[in-house]
């Protein structure tokens, strides 16, 4: 049982308590970095899912087990760690055939090339996702098939056709405003991966606007399509961003949306869909890194991962929904039992 203080308008406290919750979207970097976050992690879910974008990424095996390995001791053995291969242009089939056999593995992680933090090998056409014969539509052929999951980011980089997205018309090959990228996905990646894999398990991963929204709505089901909420989406929007010049700790990726979006994400939540659950997206940067003329995105939350879940489902009035979003969704979509204390 967690015990979770959060406050009311009046200032006044509230103990909350929940069985133990996990986080299904964890940054644990690497060596002096993952020493700092996973005891972090460790204090506050039981389990943890970890991206695989390191340098250089994870596309074996045994670099899977060794990253797990090293978290679980970071954490003391206090937290249970899924692990996951970074889908590149490619990633051997095999190597994801001998992943699925580990009991560790959660699954594979799609980045789109150049898009956010170490992406530069994610995979370049989305197209090779549905594309016969193509490495990366092999590994999800075989991801299906084991009944894993294939975890998104959400976003395109190019428009693939002549398309209007939001008030923006765009070419074939035109370079997507970052705030469209996923609209753009949603409405033109996702379907294709949906009726070409029409068994495989996806998670929308850190969904951030009202398109994603409301594609949820129509089409998430529990062990087909799930998303995983950030507490950064939930409690800010893009004016946090730039209020009173660029502020880059308030800076991430996917980029703060406009406050409409903000709402949406918030009225999705609310509404305590099984197949919504806490993926944190917690991302350490370096001071450095983070003010500089290329600044980094990305946020971390490790610290308080579970106090910043709270306080915004307090704000929209959903506090009788943090459980089942915190502890019980994720691990089931994952095929994990949800703890029991």
Not at 169 to 194: C, N, R, W
Not at 198 to 225: C, D, P, W, Y
Not at 287 to 301: A, L, M, Y
Not at 319 to 329: G, M, Q, T, V, Y
Request: net charge positive; charged share 25%.
């Amino acid at each position: 049982i967690l015990e979770i203080i959060s406050r009311d308008m009046q200032m006044s406290p509230n103990r909350i308590r929940i069985i133990a919750p996990a986080d299904l979207h964890q940054h644990f970097r690497q060596k002096n970095r993952t020493r700092l976050i996973a005891p972090l992690v460790a204090k506050r879910f039981w389990l943890g899912l970890a991206m695989p974008n390191l340098k250089p990424p994870i596309t074996t095996t045994d670099a899977m087990n060794a990253h797990g390995k090293e978290v679980m001791e970071a954490s003391g053995g206090k937290l249970r760690v899924l692990e996951t291969l970074y889908l590149t242009d490619t990633l051997d089939p095999r190597e994801v055939e001998k992943a699925c056999k580990q009991e560790n593995f959660a699954g594979i992680k799609y980045y789109p090339a150049g898009l956010t933090t170490n992406s530069d090998a994610g995979v370049t056409d989305p197209a090779a996702l549905w594309t016969l014969g193509t490495r990366p539509f092999k590994c999800l052929q075989v991801l299906q098939d084991a009944g894993k999951v294939l975890l998104l980011h959400a976003a395109d980089g190019i428009a693939r056709k002549r398309v209007k997205i939001r008030t923006r018309l765009y070419k074939f090959g035109d370079e997507l405003d970052s705030y469209d990228q996923e609209p753009h996905f949603v409405a033109h990646t996702l379907p294709e991966i949906m009726g070409c894999h029409n068994t495989l398990k996806i998670s929308f991963e850190h969904m951030s606007t009202g398109e994603g929204a409301e594609f949820m709505e129509q089409h998430g089901k529990v062990g087909r399509l799930g998303c995983g909420l950030t507490p950064q989406h939930m409690l800010t929007d893009r004016r946090d961003t730039h209020r009173g010049g660029l502020r880059p700790h308030n800076f991430w990726f996917p980029a703060p949306q406009a406050l409409e979006h903000r709402q949406e994400i918030n009225r999705f939540a609310r509404k305590g869909h099984p197949f919504c659950w806490l993926a944190s997206d917690s991302a350490m940067h370096l001071k450095k890194d983070k003010e500089s003329v290329c600044c980094s995105g990305g946020v971390i939350t490790a610290h308080a991962g579970i106090e910043l879940y709270a306080e915004a489902f307090e704000k929209i009035g959903a506090l009788d929904k943090l459980e089942a979003f915190a502890s019980i969704n994720g691990p089931r979509f994952y095929g994990i039992k949800p703890a029991t204390s």
